[in-house]
C-alpha cells in the first residue's frame, strides 16, 4: 500500500513539475491562430510614424506590405500592457525588426524560421519588453504581405 500511495505521490509532483513547456504552448496557440484565425487585415505604413496598431489578442494579422525601393517594407503598432516575453509569429520568411518609442532595437532572446509545433510557422522571435508601444518592422522583401500572432510567452501557471 505504501508503495502505491508513494508512486502517486511522485507521479502527481511530475506532473506539476512538468508544466515547462510554454514554449510549445505559445507555439500551438501562434499556429492555431495563423492557420484558423480569425483574422483582421491591416496596412501597414512606410513610416513608423501613423502606423496601425496590433495586439496580442488571438487574432492573426494580415499586413500588407507597402512597396519601397529596396523591397516591401512596412511598420505597425504594438503595446505591450505588461512587461513579458512575447513571441511573434509569422506566416511567411519576413524579416522583422521592433524598436521601442525612444528609437532603441529592441535584442530578440530567441528567432527561428521554424517551430516544431508546427509549419505554418515560418518565423518566431521572442522580445522581452517592458510595457510601452513599440514599432514592428517587416521586410524589406518580396512578399507583398505577412501573417502576424503575438503570444506572451510566460503564462502563470498555478503550483
Known amino acids: ?14 506532473l506539476l513539475v512538468g508544466c515547462g513547456g510554454e514554449k510549445n504552448e505559445a507555439d500551438v496557440e501562434g499556429c492555431e491562430h495563423l492557420q484558423e484565425g480569425p483574422a483582421a487585415a491591416v496596412t501597414a505604413t512606410a513610416a513608423a510614424s501613423g502606423a496601425p496598431a496590433v495586439s496580442n489578442d488571438h487574432k492573426r494579422y494580415d499586413i500588407t506590405l507597402p512597396a519601397g525601393s ?5 511598420s505597425v503598432s504594438f503595446a505591450a500592457a505588461e ?10 520568411n519576413v524579416t522583422l525588426k521592433v524598436t521601442s518609442a525612444s528609437g532603441e532595437a529592441v535584442t530578440f532572446e530567441e528567432s527561428a524560421t521554424s517551430s516544431a509545433e508546427c509549419t505554418a510557422i515560418k518565423g518566431r522571435y521572442v522580445a522581452p519588453l517592458q510595457v510601452g508601444t513599440y514599432t514592428l518592422t517587416f ?13 506572451e510567452a510566460a503564462h502563470e501557471h498555478e503550483h
Open 70 to 74: 529596396g523591397g516591401n517594407v512596412g
Open 83 to 92: 512587461a513579458s516575453d512575447y513571441v511573434f509569429f509569422l506566416g511567411s
Open 139 to 151: 521586410g524589406p522583401t518580396s512578399e507583398s504581405s505577412v501573417s502576424l500572432v503575438i503570444e
Open 1 to 14: 500500500m505504501m508503495k502505491k500511495l508513494l508512486s502517486a505521490c511522485l507521479l502527481s509532483s511530475a
